[in-house]
């Protein structure tokens, strides 16, 4: 009995590496492996190993397209037990791909039961699911028997399997693929076989082709699902040139009950009385139906599309998406292109030809190299078939001949066989026979020695002979075996032509007319609204133009703080005094019925800063900005609306510096007047005041103690006016204010008498 010392100790296995190096090591392995035998398709048959192992094993099971089907079930079990030893769930996701015609452009497999459907429903469990092979993917194996492709051992190395598919069919860019790798991708799209086939007789008539020359012939993605590709032709050729690019992919307005042709093509549906809908047909590929409606239906509610009253399913066998504007009056051009811009009814997909050539190097391909590679692999189809026939020619003729020699001397075989112990040597040497000539003749039945069948004998060998010739000729001939392809080509294109239901193009690759240009404000209901915003920061609007100087109810120990008159349709600046201003849709303000809302639960306004202004945004307007340290600057009210809540630093502030002035320049205003803490007035020109779109800005006033406390712009020969004291609100106006006018950057001197003693205009 073995004692523990005899035992190896396990920790004797253990090798001291460091770990940076071991890890690296192991995951280059990790990569490489995901990207040659996972995630990349191979150039030659457009198949990941395992879409090809599928495939094989339902070749295996005998699924053809004539044959009964057989359970997913039973599929699946042969493909992850002898084949492919990963989970059975990825598997038949795998195989369900194969067999939705919305996924792929010529479906491979042919599926019975519920495979999934385009509003984005799982298939049923594969015990439930038959399925059988399509005519597509028995062209695909083509020639798996004739020797023109290597096998390779599976993974335990007890059976084998194909190392790439050899048949014609032009998969990858047939159907496409898409796949993450480790550190890279890759994205393809379908397209047209028809198209594909032109463009590779093209390129095998012409090897130094034009990319121009092969846009014309190959238009672009053909997708499963329809639809519209909008781009330019410039931009899809550049694409197809380097092998990276995007395409806009839109959904299809087409109303087949429309009576006008017009209406038909745009999708509009009359319903009388001025009334119409949009029917929607195809929707972009990969969108799941379900989750599109959901999505509009979203922006309904949200009330992010106002002009959009309903959307309805309609859809049978055929997608039709009924969309109802809110009005009759609304623009149809204008509703569309607000669901393109909002929806996922425009998609963009990318295309990324990264694939695997016939050395298994992954390579990002261009159209041209992409076919040029894959002509070059069925060429070598072509000539192992040929080969592979000699071989069998070769061996058919060896017996022929022995079979012909022995009809001419058959009775003296005959004789040699009945007296002979061992015949086979002695016929060997009598009738220079080779060991399979006279096994196969000591083999032949006796029926088989008819005086009709040595004619039948030697019509086969002649027929042997002259196709022996041709394959010879054709294996010495390039351009023998370039016509042969081209040959094999045209039929297959006959199979899948324009004109079949298979082969019909399904997406219009045509630019889109210029986008009807809208804004999201076209989207809103013009309506007046009364914006109130208390002191202590809570906003409300009023629906209407309300009385500015009414008694607005405020929470105990709030106040008001602004208020003024707008349109829903208007953008509201908030300005508060660290600099920063904020940018809020009259729209979205919360109804006057309370107390109104905190502003900063929709800004994101710094809890130390305070909202020195509130004001409506009007295009192309102008501010004066100013700061406590006397210095400001002017900017275009367009250039400082903000796209977020966190609004946009518009003015840099240094210390305990504060935001003070934030005035309208009105036309015709030609100077500005500052006055500070110190009561000093300073008045300059305007054209010295910079605009800017966001900085410290210039030194307006100087000061030796405190700051700016005022600033206004005003026009010099109407004198500046600034409000009196008291109840009566009369306003004076000094015309002889150029006493004060001095340079920019001045310490200036006292105001005029009866300047408010608040040092505010």
Same mark, same amino acid.
């Given at each position: 009995?073995?004692?523990?010392?005899?035992?190896?100790?396990?920790?004797?296995?253990?090798?001291?590496?460091?770990?940076?190096?071991?890890?690296?090591?192991?995951?280059?392995?990790?990569?490489?492996?995901?990207?040659?035998?996972?995630?990349?398709?191979?150039?030659?048959?457009?198949?990941?190993?395992?879409?090809?192992?599928?495939?094989?094993?339902?070749?295996?099971?005998?699924?053809?397209?004539?044959?009964?089907?057989?359970?997913?079930?039973?599929?699946?079990?042969?493909?992850?037990?002898?084949?492919?030893?990963?989970?059975?769930?990825?598997?038949?996701?795998?195989?369900?791909?194969?067999?939705?015609?919305?996924?792929?452009?010529?479906?491979?497999?042919?599926?019975?039961?519920?495979?999934?459907?385009?509003?984005?429903?799982?298939?049923?469990?594969?015990?439930?699911?038959?399925?059988?092979?399509?005519?597509?993917?028995?062209?695909?194996?083509?020639?798996?028997?004739?020797?023109?492709?290597?096998?390779?051992?599976?993974?335990?190395?007890?059976?084998?399997?194909?190392?790439?598919?050899?048949?014609?069919?032009?998969?990858?860019?047939?159907?496409?693929?898409?796949?993450?790798?480790?550190?890279?991708?890759?994205?393809?799209?379908?397209?047209?076989?028809?198209?594909?086939?032109?463009?590779?007789?093209?390129?095998?008539?012409?090897?130094?082709?034009?990319?121009?020359?092969?846009?014309?012939?190959?238009?672009?993605?053909?997708?499963?699902?329809?639809?519209?590709?909008?781009?330019?032709?410039?931009?899809?050729?550049?694409?197809?040139?380097?092998?990276?690019?995007?395409?806009?992919?839109?959904?299809?307005?087409?109303?087949?009950?429309?009576?006008?042709?017009?209406?038909?093509?745009?999708?509009?549906?009359?319903?009388?009385?001025?009334?119409?809908?949009?029917?929607?047909?195809?929707?972009?590929?990969?969108?799941?139906?379900?989750?599109?409606?959901?999505?509009?239906?979203?922006?309904?509610?949200?009330?992010?599309?106002?002009?959009?009253?309903?959307?309805?399913?309609?859809?049978?066998?055929?997608?039709?998406?009924?969309?109802?504007?809110?009005?009759?009056?609304?623009?149809?051009?204008?509703?569309?292109?607000?669901?393109?811009?909002?929806?996922?009814?425009?998609?963009?997909?990318?295309?990324?030809?990264?694939?695997?050539?016939?050395?298994?190097?992954?390579? +990002? =391909?261009?159209?041209?190299?992409? &076919? %040029?590679?894959?002509? @070059?692999?069925? *060429?070598?189809?072509?000539?192992? $078939? /040929?080969?592979?026939?000699?071989?069998?020619?070769?061996?058919?003729?060896?017996?022929?001949?022995?079979?012909?020699?022995?009809?001419?001397?058959?009775?003296?075989?005959?004789?040699?066989?009945?007296?002979?112990?061992?015949?086979?040597? +002695? =016929?060997?040497?009598?009738?220079? &026979? %080779?060991?399979?000539? @006279?096994?196969? *003749?000591?083999?032949?039945?006796? $029926? /088989?020695?008819?005086?009709?069948?040595?004619?039948?004998?030697?019509?086969?060998?002649?027929?042997?002979?002259?196709?022996?010739?041709?394959?010879?000729?054709?294996?010495?001939?390039?351009?023998?075996?370039?016509?042969?392809?081209?040959?094999?080509?045209?039929?297959?294109?006959?199979?899948?032509?324009?004109?079949?239901?298979?082969?019909?193009?399904?997406?219009?690759?045509?630019?889109?007319?210029?986008?009807?240009?809208?804004?999201?404000?076209?989207?809103?209901?013009?309506?007046?609204?009364?914006?109130?915003?208390?002191?202590?920061?809570?906003?409300?609007?009023?629906?209407?133009?309300?009385?500015?100087?009414?008694?607005?109810?405020?929470?105990?120990?709030?106040?008001?703080?602004?208020?003024?008159?707008?349109?829903?349709?208007?953008?509201?600046?908030?300005?508060?005094?660290?600099?920063?201003?904020?940018?809020?849709?009259?729209?979205?303000?919360?109804?006057?019925?309370?107390?109104?809302?905190?502003?900063?639960?929709?800004?994101?306004?710094?809890?130390?800063?305070?909202?020195?202004?509130?004001?409506?945004?009007?295009?192309?307007?102008?501010?004066?900005?100013?700061?406590?340290?006397?210095?400001?600057?002017?900017?275009?009210?367009?250039?400082?609306?903000?796209?977020?809540?966190?609004?946009?630093?518009?003015?840099?502030?240094?210390?305990?510096?504060?935001?003070?002035?934030?005035?309208?320049?009105?036309?015709?205003?030609?100077?500005?007047?500052?006055?500070?803490?110190?009561?000093?007035?300073?008045?300059?020109?305007?054209?010295?005041?910079?605009?800017?779109?966001?900085?410290?800005?210039?030194?307006?006033?100087?000061?030796?103690?405190?700051?700016?406390?005022?600033?206004?712009?005003?026009?010099?020969?109407?004198?500046?006016?600034?409000?009196?004291?008291?109840?009566?609100?009369?306003?004076?106006?000094?015309?002889?204010?150029?006493?004060?006018?001095?340079?920019?950057?001045?310490?200036?001197?006292?105001?005029?008498?009866?300047?408010?003693?608040?040092?505010?205009?």
């Amino acid at each position: 009995m073995a004692t523990l010392q005899d035992e190896k100790d396990p920790f004797d296995a253990i090798v001291d590496a460091p770990f940076d190096s071991a890890l690296e090591e192991r995951y280059l392995v990790y990569a490489l492996s995901t990207i040659t035998a996972r995630s990349l398709p191979d150039l030659r048959d457009g198949l990941k190993p395992v879409h090809r192992r599928l495939l094989w094993a339902m070749r295996q099971l005998k699924l053809d397209p004539a044959s009964a089907f057989k359970k997913s079930a039973r599929v699946v079990g042969d493909v992850i037990g002898k084949y492919h030893p990963h989970g059975d769930a990825s598997v038949y996701d795998a195989m369900v791909r194969l067999a939705q015609d919305f996924a792929l452009r010529y479906p491979l497999v042919e599926g019975q039961g519920n495979f999934g459907n385009i509003d984005g429903d799982n298939a049923a469990a594969y015990r439930y699911t038959e399925a059988r092979m399509t005519k597509t993917a028995l062209r695909l194996m083509e020639g798996l028997d004739e020797g023109t492709v290597d096998f390779i051992p599976t993974y335990n190395g007890e059976e084998q399997e194909p190392e790439v598919f050899p048949g014609l069919f032009p998969n990858l860019l047939a159907n496409g693929a898409s796949g993450i790798a480790v550190g890279m991708a890759t994205n393809i799209p379908s397209h047209n076989v028809a198209e594909v086939v032109d463009a590779t007789l093209e390129l095998i008539d012409n090897p130094h082709v034009e990319h121009a020359r092969l846009m014309e012939l190959f238009q672009g993605p053909d997708f499963a699902t329809g639809g519209l590709i909008v781009d330019s032709p410039e931009m899809i050729s550049q694409a197809y040139e380097t092998g990276r690019g995007s395409f806009r992919v839109r959904a299809r307005f087409h109303a087949a009950e429309a009576e006008k042709a017009e209406d038909r093509e745009a999708g509009i549906e009359r319903l009388g009385g001025g009334q119409w809908q949009l029917v929607v047909s195809e929707i972009p590929y990969q969108v799941q139906k379900g989750k599109l409606i959901e999505q509009i239906a979203q922006l309904i509610a949200d009330k992010k599309l106002p002009i959009l009253e309903d959307i309805r399913d309609e859809s049978d066998e055929n997608i039709r998406l009924v969309l109802v504007p809110r009005s009759r009056n609304v623009d149809p051009e204008l509703l569309k292109e607000s669901l393109y811009k909002l929806s996922d009814l425009e998609t963009r997909f990318g295309l990324n030809m990264n694939v695997l050539d016939a050395h298994r190097t992954p390579m +990002v =391909m261009g159209l041209k190299e992409l &076919l %040029t590679h894959w002509v @070059a692999s069925q *060429i070598d189809v072509l000539q192992r $078939r /040929s080969r592979h026939r000699l071989e069998q020619i070769a061996r058919r003729l060896e017996l022929v001949e022995g079979y012909i020699i022995a009809f001419l001397n058959l009775d003296r075989v005959i004789e040699i066989i009945r007296t002979e112990d061992e015949p086979k040597p +002695v =016929m060997m040497a009598e009738f220079s &026979l %080779t060991d399979r000539q @006279a096994e196969a *003749i000591l083999n032949m039945r006796l $029926r /088989s020695l008819r005086k009709l069948e040595e004619m039948q004998l030697r019509q086969e060998k002649d027929a042997l002979l002259k196709e022996q010739d041709e394959l010879n000729k054709l294996l010495d001939s390039p351009a023998r075996q370039r016509t042969r392809l081209k040959r094999d080509l045209g039929a297959l294109r006959k199979e899948y032509g324009p004109d079949t239901a298979l082969g019909r193009r399904r997406t219009t690759v045509a630019e889109a007319a210029p986008a009807v240009e809208f804004s999201m404000d076209a989207m809103i209901e013009k309506e007046p609204v009364t914006v109130i915003l208390s002191q202590k920061g809570w906003i409300r609007g009023a629906k209407g133009h309300v009385d500015l100087a009414g008694d607005f109810k405020f929470k105990e120990g709030d106040g008001p703080a602004f208020a003024l008159h707008a349109q829903t349709t208007d953008k509201l600046l908030v300005v508060a005094d660290d600099g920063r201003i904020y940018t809020l849709g009259a729209d979205k303000l919360p109804g006057a019925r309370g107390f109104g809302e905190p502003i900063r639960n929709m800004l994101d306004i710094d809890p130390e800063a305070q909202v020195i202004a509130l004001m409506v945004h009007k295009p192309k307007g102008q501010l004066l900005l100013a700061a406590t340290t006397g210095k400001g600057f002017a900017a275009v009210t367009d250039e400082i609306l903000a796209e977020t809540r966190k609004g946009r630093q518009v003015v840099n502030l240094k210390g305990d510096a504060k935001l003070r002035v934030v005035r309208e320049i009105a036309e015709p205003h030609d100077h500005v007047a500052v006055v500070g803490d110190n009561r000093k007035l300073v008045v300059f020109n305007l054209e010295e005041l910079p605009m800017l779109a966001r900085g410290q800005g210039v030194t307006l006033q100087r000061y030796r103690d405190g700051g700016l406390s005022d600033a206004i712009t005003f026009t010099l020969a109407d004198g500046l006016s600034w409000t009196m004291g008291g109840e009566t609100g009369r306003t004076r106006t000094e015309t002889e204010i150029w006493q004060w006018k001095v340079a920019r950057g001045a310490a200036g001197r006292l105001p005029p008498q009866g300047f408010p003693k608040d040092n505010r205009f």
